[in-house]
Protein backbone atom coordinates (compact mmCIF):
# COMPACT_ATOMS: atom_id res chain seq x y z
CA UNK A 1 0.00 0.00 0.00
CA UNK A 2 1.23 3.24 -0.41
CA UNK A 3 0.55 6.10 1.76
CA UNK A 4 -0.74 10.07 0.90
CA UNK A 5 2.46 11.24 -0.32
CA UNK A 6 3.35 8.33 -2.47
CA UNK A 7 -0.41 8.88 -3.94
CA UNK A 8 0.33 12.06 -4.81
CA UNK A 9 3.98 11.51 -6.44
CA UNK A 10 2.27 9.25 -8.90
CA UNK A 11 -0.18 11.34 -9.65
CA UNK A 12 2.22 14.04 -11.00
CA UNK A 13 5.44 12.43 -11.91
CA UNK A 14 5.73 9.45 -14.69
CA UNK A 15 8.31 8.17 -16.91
CA UNK A 16 9.41 9.45 -20.67
CA UNK A 17 9.53 6.90 -22.79
CA UNK A 18 12.13 5.70 -24.64
CA UNK A 19 12.90 6.38 -28.28
CA UNK A 20 13.61 2.90 -29.12
CA UNK A 21 10.86 0.06 -28.38
CA UNK A 22 12.52 -2.48 -25.93
CA UNK A 23 14.84 -0.29 -23.94
CA UNK A 24 13.81 1.03 -20.76
CA UNK A 25 12.39 4.96 -19.59
CA UNK A 26 15.15 7.36 -19.81
CA UNK A 27 14.05 9.58 -17.28
CA UNK A 28 10.99 10.65 -14.66
CA UNK A 29 9.15 13.41 -16.08
CA UNK A 30 6.24 15.36 -14.99
CA UNK A 31 3.04 14.11 -16.16
CA UNK A 32 0.94 16.63 -18.04
CA UNK A 33 -2.89 17.48 -17.39
CA UNK A 34 -5.19 15.64 -19.41
CA UNK A 35 -6.90 17.30 -22.42
CA UNK A 36 -10.29 19.11 -21.59
CA UNK A 37 -13.17 19.61 -23.99
CA UNK A 38 -13.48 22.66 -25.78
CA UNK A 39 -17.12 23.98 -24.58
CA UNK A 40 -15.52 26.29 -22.64
CA UNK A 41 -13.46 27.84 -25.17
CA UNK A 42 -14.12 30.45 -27.10
CA UNK A 43 -14.94 29.91 -31.09
CA UNK A 44 -13.59 33.07 -32.14
CA UNK A 45 -10.16 32.99 -33.86
CA UNK A 46 -8.26 35.32 -32.25
CA UNK A 47 -5.79 37.15 -34.64
CA UNK A 48 -3.57 40.59 -34.04
CA UNK A 49 -5.76 41.90 -36.85
CA UNK A 50 -8.83 41.44 -35.63
CA UNK A 51 -10.23 39.91 -38.71
CA UNK A 52 -11.01 36.54 -38.45
CA UNK A 53 -15.01 35.88 -37.60
CA UNK A 54 -16.73 32.95 -35.52
CA UNK A 55 -16.35 29.95 -36.80
CA UNK A 56 -20.02 30.01 -37.04
CA UNK A 57 -20.05 32.49 -39.54
CA UNK A 58 -17.51 30.31 -41.59
CA UNK A 59 -20.32 27.74 -41.71
CA UNK A 60 -22.77 30.05 -42.98
CA UNK A 61 -21.03 31.47 -45.55
CA UNK A 62 -20.07 28.29 -46.69
CA UNK A 63 -23.99 27.23 -46.87
CA UNK A 64 -24.69 30.64 -48.79
CA UNK A 65 -22.08 29.83 -51.29
CA UNK A 66 -23.40 26.42 -51.92
CA UNK A 67 -27.18 26.87 -51.63
CA UNK A 68 -28.06 29.73 -53.20
CA UNK A 69 -31.81 29.34 -52.63
CA UNK A 70 -31.67 28.67 -49.24
CA UNK A 71 -33.72 30.22 -45.98
CA UNK A 72 -31.61 30.78 -43.10
CA UNK A 73 -33.54 29.89 -40.12
CA UNK A 74 -31.22 30.64 -36.81
CA UNK A 75 -29.52 33.02 -37.49
CA UNK A 76 -30.23 34.50 -33.73
CA UNK A 77 -27.54 32.33 -31.85
CA UNK A 78 -24.47 33.98 -34.09
CA UNK A 79 -25.57 37.61 -31.53
CA UNK A 80 -23.09 36.40 -29.06
CA UNK A 81 -21.60 38.56 -26.07
CA UNK A 82 -18.39 38.50 -28.24
CA UNK A 83 -20.17 39.51 -31.10
CA UNK A 84 -21.56 42.84 -29.30
CA UNK A 85 -18.14 42.98 -28.08
CA UNK A 86 -16.58 43.85 -31.32
CA UNK A 87 -19.13 45.47 -32.86
CA UNK A 88 -18.71 48.12 -29.19
CA UNK A 89 -15.07 48.41 -30.07
CA UNK A 90 -15.51 48.94 -33.78
CA UNK A 91 -18.18 52.09 -32.91
CA UNK A 92 -16.30 55.80 -33.39
CA UNK A 93 -15.06 56.61 -29.82
CA UNK A 94 -16.45 60.73 -30.39
CA UNK A 95 -19.66 60.08 -32.37
CA UNK A 96 -22.71 62.45 -31.41
CA UNK A 97 -25.39 60.60 -28.53
CA UNK A 98 -28.03 59.72 -29.76
CA UNK A 99 -31.99 60.00 -27.80
CA UNK A 100 -30.83 57.73 -25.12
CA UNK A 101 -27.39 60.49 -24.89
CA UNK A 102 -25.33 57.14 -24.11
CA UNK A 103 -21.90 57.86 -25.08
CA UNK A 104 -19.32 55.28 -25.33
CA UNK A 105 -17.13 56.57 -22.62
CA UNK A 106 -20.34 56.13 -20.97
CA UNK A 107 -21.38 52.57 -22.21
CA UNK A 108 -17.81 51.43 -21.62
CA UNK A 109 -17.10 52.15 -17.60
CA UNK A 110 -19.67 48.84 -16.96
CA UNK A 111 -18.94 47.22 -20.39
CA UNK A 112 -19.51 43.53 -19.40
CA UNK A 113 -22.15 44.48 -17.48
CA UNK A 114 -23.89 46.17 -20.18
CA UNK A 115 -22.91 43.70 -22.88
CA UNK A 116 -24.66 40.73 -21.04
CA UNK A 117 -27.65 42.24 -20.19
CA UNK A 118 -28.33 43.98 -23.95
CA UNK A 119 -27.96 39.83 -24.99
CA UNK A 120 -30.09 38.47 -22.68
CA UNK A 121 -32.83 41.51 -23.90
CA UNK A 122 -31.69 40.59 -27.66
CA UNK A 123 -32.51 36.76 -27.43
CA UNK A 124 -35.76 36.78 -25.36
CA UNK A 125 -37.09 39.48 -27.49
CA UNK A 126 -37.29 42.11 -24.81
CA UNK A 127 -34.64 44.07 -27.04
CA UNK A 128 -36.31 47.89 -28.03
CA UNK A 129 -35.15 49.91 -30.65
CA UNK A 130 -35.02 53.61 -29.67
CA UNK A 131 -36.25 56.39 -32.21
CA UNK A 132 -33.15 58.10 -33.86
CA UNK A 133 -32.33 61.61 -33.57
CA UNK A 134 -32.37 63.24 -36.78
CA UNK A 135 -29.23 66.29 -37.63
CA UNK A 136 -29.08 68.07 -40.87
CA UNK A 137 -25.25 68.53 -42.30
CA UNK A 138 -24.79 70.83 -45.01
CA UNK A 139 -24.88 69.42 -48.34
CA UNK A 140 -21.90 71.10 -50.68
CA UNK A 141 -24.73 72.31 -53.24
CA UNK A 142 -25.71 74.26 -50.41
CA UNK A 143 -29.01 72.52 -49.34
CA UNK A 144 -29.51 70.09 -46.15
CA UNK A 145 -28.94 66.36 -45.98
CA UNK A 146 -31.02 64.87 -43.02
CA UNK A 147 -28.84 61.95 -41.27
CA UNK A 148 -30.43 60.15 -38.19
CA UNK A 149 -28.45 59.25 -35.27
CA UNK A 150 -29.15 55.71 -33.87
CA UNK A 151 -29.13 55.12 -29.89
CA UNK A 152 -25.68 53.67 -28.49
CA UNK A 153 -26.99 49.88 -28.22
CA UNK A 154 -29.18 50.38 -30.96
CA UNK A 155 -25.76 50.64 -33.35
CA UNK A 156 -24.18 47.76 -31.16
CA UNK A 157 -26.97 45.35 -31.99
CA UNK A 158 -27.37 46.13 -35.55
CA UNK A 159 -23.45 46.39 -36.18
CA UNK A 160 -23.09 42.52 -34.63
CA UNK A 161 -26.36 41.71 -37.17
CA UNK A 162 -25.14 43.17 -39.96
CA UNK A 163 -21.63 40.84 -39.32
CA UNK A 164 -23.91 37.73 -39.62
CA UNK A 165 -26.19 38.64 -42.81
CA UNK A 166 -22.84 40.07 -44.37
CA UNK A 167 -21.92 35.92 -43.80
CA UNK A 168 -25.26 35.45 -46.24
CA UNK A 169 -25.56 38.01 -48.49
CA UNK A 170 -21.99 38.64 -49.63
CA UNK A 171 -22.29 35.04 -51.26
CA UNK A 172 -25.28 36.86 -53.38
CA UNK A 173 -24.21 40.36 -53.78
CA UNK A 174 -23.07 40.78 -57.86
CA UNK A 175 -19.14 41.67 -58.93
CA UNK A 176 -20.39 45.07 -60.03
CA UNK A 177 -21.94 46.33 -56.41
CA UNK A 178 -19.36 48.36 -54.65
CA UNK A 179 -21.00 49.84 -52.00
CA UNK A 180 -20.37 49.20 -47.92
CA UNK A 181 -19.16 45.97 -48.74
CA UNK A 182 -16.40 44.31 -46.75
CA UNK A 183 -13.15 44.36 -48.61
CA UNK A 184 -14.20 46.99 -50.96
CA UNK A 185 -14.42 50.53 -50.90
CA UNK A 186 -14.74 53.49 -52.55
CA UNK A 187 -11.42 53.72 -54.83
CA UNK A 188 -12.36 49.80 -55.80
CA UNK A 189 -15.45 51.28 -57.43
CA UNK A 190 -13.91 54.16 -59.00
CA UNK A 191 -10.89 51.24 -60.62
CA UNK A 192 -13.59 49.23 -61.66
CA UNK A 193 -15.19 52.27 -63.69
CA UNK A 194 -11.74 53.33 -65.26
CA UNK A 195 -10.92 50.09 -66.22
CA UNK A 196 -14.59 49.18 -68.05
CA UNK A 197 -14.19 52.78 -69.63
CA UNK A 198 -10.83 52.56 -71.16
CA UNK A 199 -10.42 48.36 -71.95
CA UNK A 200 -14.24 47.81 -73.10
CA UNK A 201 -15.93 49.36 -76.11
CA UNK A 202 -18.60 51.73 -74.59
CA UNK A 203 -19.29 54.95 -76.42
CA UNK A 204 -22.39 55.99 -73.71
CA UNK A 205 -22.44 56.50 -70.23
CA UNK A 206 -25.88 56.70 -68.60
CA UNK A 207 -25.43 58.52 -65.14
CA UNK A 208 -28.61 57.81 -62.94
CA UNK A 209 -29.29 59.31 -59.91
CA UNK A 210 -32.49 58.25 -57.70
CA UNK A 211 -34.58 60.69 -55.96
CA UNK A 212 -34.79 60.56 -52.36
CA UNK A 213 -33.49 56.81 -52.40
CA UNK A 214 -33.42 56.37 -48.92
CA UNK A 215 -36.49 57.84 -47.94
CA UNK A 216 -38.49 55.95 -50.74
CA UNK A 217 -37.54 52.78 -49.80
CA UNK A 218 -40.68 50.40 -49.61
CA UNK A 219 -40.02 48.38 -46.52
CA UNK A 220 -42.85 46.22 -47.30
CA UNK A 221 -41.02 45.13 -50.60
CA UNK A 222 -37.40 45.22 -48.31
CA UNK A 223 -39.16 42.95 -46.12
CA UNK A 224 -40.04 40.49 -48.64
CA UNK A 225 -36.31 40.41 -50.04
CA UNK A 226 -35.39 39.77 -46.85
CA UNK A 227 -37.37 36.78 -46.53
CA UNK A 228 -35.86 34.99 -49.54
CA UNK A 229 -33.05 34.15 -47.45
CA UNK A 230 -33.59 35.35 -43.91
CA UNK A 231 -36.10 32.60 -42.42
CA UNK A 232 -35.17 33.52 -38.82
CA UNK A 233 -38.11 35.59 -37.51
CA UNK A 234 -36.31 36.48 -34.67
CA UNK A 235 -33.91 38.73 -36.99
CA UNK A 236 -36.79 39.95 -39.24
CA UNK A 237 -38.67 41.36 -36.11
CA UNK A 238 -35.39 43.01 -35.15
CA UNK A 239 -35.20 44.66 -38.63
CA UNK A 240 -39.11 45.87 -37.95
CA UNK A 241 -38.13 47.18 -35.25
CA UNK A 242 -35.51 49.02 -36.46
CA UNK A 243 -37.84 50.20 -39.00
CA UNK A 244 -40.72 51.58 -37.08
CA UNK A 245 -38.55 52.90 -34.80
CA UNK A 246 -38.77 56.38 -35.96
CA UNK A 247 -37.48 59.73 -36.22
CA UNK A 248 -36.98 62.42 -32.70
CA UNK A 249 -36.93 65.87 -34.07
CA UNK A 250 -36.86 69.23 -32.49
CA UNK A 251 -38.82 66.74 -29.71
CA UNK A 252 -41.79 65.61 -32.04
CA UNK A 253 -41.49 61.55 -33.06
CA UNK A 254 -42.92 60.53 -36.27
CA UNK A 255 -42.57 57.24 -38.01
CA UNK A 256 -43.19 56.54 -41.60
CA UNK A 257 -44.05 53.45 -43.67
CA UNK A 258 -41.36 53.91 -46.36
CA UNK A 259 -37.80 54.61 -45.91
CA UNK A 260 -34.48 53.22 -44.09
CA UNK A 261 -33.20 55.42 -40.96
CA UNK A 262 -30.28 57.62 -42.56
CA UNK A 263 -26.86 57.26 -40.76
CA UNK A 264 -27.90 53.74 -38.71
CA UNK A 265 -25.76 51.38 -38.87
CA UNK A 266 -27.93 48.62 -40.89
CA UNK A 267 -29.25 50.87 -43.54
CA UNK A 268 -26.04 50.38 -45.95
CA UNK A 269 -26.96 46.83 -46.02
CA UNK A 270 -30.42 47.23 -45.89
CA UNK A 271 -30.25 49.65 -49.30
CA UNK A 272 -27.55 47.19 -50.51
CA UNK A 273 -30.32 44.07 -50.36
CA UNK A 274 -33.12 45.88 -51.65
CA UNK A 275 -31.03 47.49 -54.87
CA UNK A 276 -29.60 43.81 -55.19
CA UNK A 277 -33.15 42.53 -56.23
CA UNK A 278 -34.41 45.67 -57.39
CA UNK A 279 -31.40 46.24 -59.73
CA UNK A 280 -28.70 44.34 -59.76
CA UNK A 281 -30.63 40.77 -60.99
CA UNK A 282 -32.54 42.87 -62.85
CA UNK A 283 -29.82 44.67 -64.88
CA UNK A 284 -27.60 41.51 -65.01
CA UNK A 285 -30.30 39.39 -66.75
CA UNK A 286 -31.19 42.46 -69.08
CA UNK A 287 -27.43 42.77 -70.50
CA UNK A 288 -27.59 39.11 -70.84
CA UNK A 289 -30.68 39.28 -73.35
CA UNK A 290 -31.59 42.72 -74.13
CA UNK A 291 -27.96 44.29 -74.90
CA UNK A 292 -26.91 43.92 -78.65
CA UNK A 293 -23.40 45.29 -77.36
CA UNK A 294 -21.15 45.73 -74.53
CA UNK A 295 -22.72 46.71 -71.24
CA UNK A 296 -20.72 47.70 -68.63
CA UNK A 297 -22.27 48.20 -64.97
CA UNK A 298 -21.19 49.53 -61.54
CA UNK A 299 -22.93 50.51 -58.28
CA UNK A 300 -21.68 51.80 -55.20
CA UNK A 301 -24.87 51.79 -52.97
CA UNK A 302 -27.54 54.29 -54.85
CA UNK A 303 -24.98 55.80 -57.37
CA UNK A 304 -24.96 54.06 -60.38
CA UNK A 305 -23.27 54.40 -64.12
CA UNK A 306 -24.11 52.26 -66.91
CA UNK A 307 -21.81 52.45 -70.00
CA UNK A 308 -22.97 51.14 -73.39
CA UNK A 309 -21.29 50.57 -76.66
CA UNK A 310 -24.26 51.77 -78.70
CA UNK A 311 -26.91 54.56 -77.75
CA UNK A 312 -29.88 52.55 -78.72
CA UNK A 313 -29.28 49.96 -76.13
CA UNK A 314 -28.65 53.03 -73.86
CA UNK A 315 -32.22 54.44 -74.45
CA UNK A 316 -33.96 51.44 -74.29
CA UNK A 317 -32.38 50.38 -71.35
CA UNK A 318 -33.20 53.82 -69.44
CA UNK A 319 -36.66 53.31 -70.39
CA UNK A 320 -36.80 49.66 -69.04
CA UNK A 321 -34.80 50.69 -65.63
CA UNK A 322 -37.26 53.92 -65.32
CA UNK A 323 -39.95 51.11 -65.46
CA UNK A 324 -38.65 48.97 -63.31
CA UNK A 325 -37.73 51.27 -60.52
CA UNK A 326 -41.46 52.45 -60.67
CA UNK A 327 -42.78 48.97 -59.81
CA UNK A 328 -40.66 49.38 -56.39
CA UNK A 329 -41.51 52.87 -55.23
CA UNK A 330 -38.46 54.12 -57.06
CA UNK A 331 -37.91 57.22 -58.94
CA UNK A 332 -35.34 58.50 -61.11
CA UNK A 333 -34.02 62.17 -60.61
CA UNK A 334 -35.56 63.67 -64.00
CA UNK A 335 -32.68 66.32 -63.73
CA UNK A 336 -29.78 64.79 -62.41
CA UNK A 337 -30.24 60.99 -64.87
CA UNK A 338 -28.65 61.77 -67.88
CA UNK A 339 -27.17 60.23 -70.69
CA UNK A 340 -23.74 61.31 -72.47
CA UNK A 341 -21.34 60.40 -74.86
CA UNK A 342 -18.02 59.29 -73.60
CA UNK A 343 -15.30 56.52 -74.23
CA UNK A 344 -12.07 56.35 -76.51
CA UNK A 345 -14.28 57.35 -79.34
CA UNK A 346 -16.34 60.22 -78.31
CA UNK A 347 -14.13 63.34 -79.21
CA UNK A 348 -13.72 62.18 -82.87
CA UNK A 349 -17.03 61.46 -83.30
CA UNK A 350 -18.56 64.61 -81.31
CA UNK A 351 -15.77 66.49 -83.59
CA UNK A 352 -16.62 64.83 -87.10
CA UNK A 353 -20.58 66.34 -86.22
CA UNK A 354 -19.18 69.76 -85.67
CA UNK A 355 -20.10 69.10 -82.01
CA UNK A 356 -17.62 70.44 -79.34
CA UNK A 357 -15.76 68.13 -76.31
CA UNK A 358 -17.43 64.87 -74.64
CA UNK A 359 -19.12 65.79 -71.56
CA UNK A 360 -18.13 64.87 -67.99
CA UNK A 361 -19.68 63.01 -65.48
CA UNK A 362 -19.02 62.79 -61.29
CA UNK A 363 -18.91 59.47 -59.71
CA UNK A 364 -18.01 59.50 -55.93
CA UNK A 365 -16.61 62.57 -55.82
CA UNK A 366 -14.61 62.78 -58.56
CA UNK A 367 -15.00 64.28 -62.33
CA UNK A 368 -14.29 61.89 -65.27
CA UNK A 369 -13.05 63.70 -68.37
CA UNK A 370 -12.65 62.32 -71.43
CA UNK A 371 -8.44 63.32 -71.99
CA UNK A 372 -5.67 62.35 -74.11
CA UNK A 373 -1.80 60.94 -72.85
CA UNK A 374 1.17 62.91 -73.89
CA UNK A 375 1.41 60.61 -76.96
CA UNK A 376 -2.48 61.59 -77.98
CA UNK A 377 -4.05 58.02 -76.87
CA UNK A 378 -7.18 58.06 -75.30
CA UNK A 379 -6.49 58.47 -71.45
CA UNK A 380 -9.14 58.91 -68.74
CA UNK A 381 -8.74 62.08 -66.57
CA UNK A 382 -10.14 62.26 -63.18
CA UNK A 383 -9.71 65.38 -60.58
CA UNK A 384 -11.75 66.01 -57.69
CA UNK A 385 -15.25 68.02 -57.80
CA UNK A 386 -14.91 72.12 -57.28
CA UNK A 387 -17.79 72.41 -54.50
CA UNK A 388 -16.43 69.26 -52.86
CA UNK A 389 -13.36 71.36 -52.84
CA UNK A 390 -14.79 74.80 -51.26
CA UNK A 391 -16.66 72.42 -49.08
CA UNK A 392 -13.74 71.02 -47.73
CA UNK A 393 -11.60 74.59 -47.20
CA UNK A 394 -14.63 76.44 -46.01
CA UNK A 395 -14.66 73.78 -43.07
CA UNK A 396 -10.99 74.49 -42.61
CA UNK A 397 -11.72 78.37 -42.70
CA UNK A 398 -14.15 78.00 -39.27
CA UNK A 399 -11.91 75.39 -37.84
CA UNK A 400 -9.17 77.92 -38.14
CA UNK A 401 -10.97 80.55 -36.56
CA UNK A 402 -12.33 78.70 -33.64
CA UNK A 403 -7.79 77.88 -33.57
CA UNK A 404 -6.79 81.55 -34.33
CA UNK A 405 -5.20 81.53 -30.72
CA UNK A 406 -3.35 78.03 -30.84
CA UNK A 407 0.05 78.00 -30.92
CA UNK A 408 1.67 77.43 -34.69
CA UNK A 409 2.65 73.90 -33.72
CA UNK A 410 -0.36 72.67 -33.17
CA UNK A 411 -1.86 74.27 -35.44
CA UNK A 412 0.60 72.90 -37.88
CA UNK A 413 -0.15 69.56 -36.43
CA UNK A 414 -4.05 69.95 -37.10
CA UNK A 415 -3.84 71.26 -40.71
CA UNK A 416 -0.85 68.39 -41.30
CA UNK A 417 -3.75 66.05 -40.42
CA UNK A 418 -6.48 67.75 -42.73
CA UNK A 419 -4.25 67.76 -45.87
CA UNK A 420 -3.15 64.21 -45.34
CA UNK A 421 -6.62 63.07 -44.97
CA UNK A 422 -7.81 65.33 -47.82
CA UNK A 423 -4.60 63.42 -50.23
CA UNK A 424 -5.41 60.09 -49.13
CA UNK A 425 -8.54 60.23 -51.13
CA UNK A 426 -8.13 62.46 -53.72
CA UNK A 427 -4.76 61.80 -55.00
CA UNK A 428 -5.37 59.52 -57.49
CA UNK A 429 -3.10 59.77 -61.07
CA UNK A 430 -4.22 62.90 -63.06
CA UNK A 431 -5.37 64.92 -60.30
CA UNK A 432 -1.86 66.40 -59.10
CA UNK A 433 -3.06 69.91 -59.94
CA UNK A 434 -6.12 69.79 -57.79
CA UNK A 435 -3.78 68.67 -54.79
CA UNK A 436 -1.84 71.51 -55.52
CA UNK A 437 -4.85 74.23 -55.14
CA UNK A 438 -5.76 72.40 -52.15
CA UNK A 439 -2.53 73.09 -50.11
CA UNK A 440 -2.66 76.53 -51.84
CA UNK A 441 -5.40 77.85 -50.55
CA UNK A 442 -5.08 75.58 -47.18
CA UNK A 443 -1.95 77.81 -46.80
CA UNK A 444 -3.66 80.96 -47.72
CA UNK A 445 -6.11 80.21 -45.23
CA UNK A 446 -3.79 79.88 -42.92
CA UNK A 447 -1.56 83.44 -43.22
CA UNK A 448 -4.82 85.14 -43.51
CA UNK A 449 -5.70 83.58 -39.84
CA UNK A 450 -2.21 84.02 -38.30
CA UNK A 451 -2.54 87.93 -39.99
CA UNK A 452 -5.36 88.37 -37.84
CA UNK A 453 -3.84 87.35 -34.17
CA UNK A 454 -2.21 90.92 -33.98
CA UNK A 455 -2.35 94.42 -35.97
CA UNK A 456 1.57 94.11 -35.90
CA UNK A 457 1.76 90.55 -37.71
CA UNK A 458 4.63 90.09 -40.02
CA UNK A 459 3.46 87.00 -41.52
CA UNK A 460 4.96 87.74 -44.70
CA UNK A 461 4.73 85.42 -47.62
CA UNK A 462 8.22 83.81 -47.34
CA UNK A 463 7.54 83.16 -43.61
CA UNK A 464 4.34 81.31 -43.95
CA UNK A 465 5.76 79.03 -47.38
CA UNK A 466 8.19 77.80 -44.32
CA UNK A 467 5.79 77.39 -42.27
CA UNK A 468 4.18 75.03 -44.86
CA UNK A 469 7.06 73.20 -45.97
CA UNK A 470 7.80 72.30 -42.25
CA UNK A 471 4.23 71.19 -41.65
CA UNK A 472 1.88 70.80 -44.68
CA UNK A 473 2.73 67.35 -46.63
CA UNK A 474 3.59 67.63 -50.49
CA UNK A 475 1.53 67.18 -53.00
CA UNK A 476 1.93 63.53 -54.41
CA UNK A 477 0.10 60.68 -55.97
CA UNK A 478 -0.67 58.46 -53.64
CA UNK A 479 -2.83 55.57 -55.29
CA UNK A 480 -1.76 53.36 -58.47
CA UNK A 481 -3.51 53.53 -62.33
CA UNK A 482 -6.42 51.40 -61.99
CA UNK A 483 -5.62 49.03 -64.17
CA UNK A 484 -2.77 47.78 -62.03
CA UNK A 485 -4.74 47.80 -58.91
CA UNK A 486 -7.71 46.58 -60.23
CA UNK A 487 -5.20 43.45 -61.82
CA UNK A 488 -4.18 42.61 -58.23
CA UNK A 489 -7.33 42.88 -56.48
CA UNK A 490 -9.52 40.59 -59.58
CA UNK A 491 -6.47 38.60 -61.46
CA UNK A 492 -8.12 36.68 -64.30
Known amino acids: MMNGQEKSDSAIVATKPANNAGKPAAEWVERRAGTKGNAGQSHMCRAQNRESVPQGLDRVRHAARQRKKER???LMHHVTVDALREAFFALKRKAAPGVDGLTWQDYEAGLEDHLHALHAAVQ?????????RRQYIPKPDGKQRPLGIAALEDKIVQRAVVEVLNAVYEADFLGFSYGFRPKRSQHDALDALAVGITTTPVNWILDTDIRAFFDSVSQEWLTRFLRHRIGD??????????????????????ISETGTPQGAVVSPLLANIYLHYVFDLWAEQWRRREATGNVIILRYAD???VGFAHEADARRFWDAMRSRFEQFSLVLHPDKTRLLEFGRFAAASRACRGLGKP????????????GKSRRGAFLLHRKTRSDRMREALRRVKEQLRRRMHDPIPVQGRWLKQVVSGYFA?????TNFRALGAFRHHVTVLWRRTLRRRSQKDGMTWE?????????????RILHPWPNQRFAVKHPR
Not at 463 to 475: C, N, S, V, Y
Open 425 to 429: YHAVP
Open 233 to 254: ERIIRLMHKWLKAGVLEDGEWS
Open 124 to 132: SGAYRALPV
Open 359 to 370: ETFTFLGLIHIC
Open 303 to 305: DIV
Open 463 to 475: RITKLADAWLPKP
Open 72 to 74: FTA
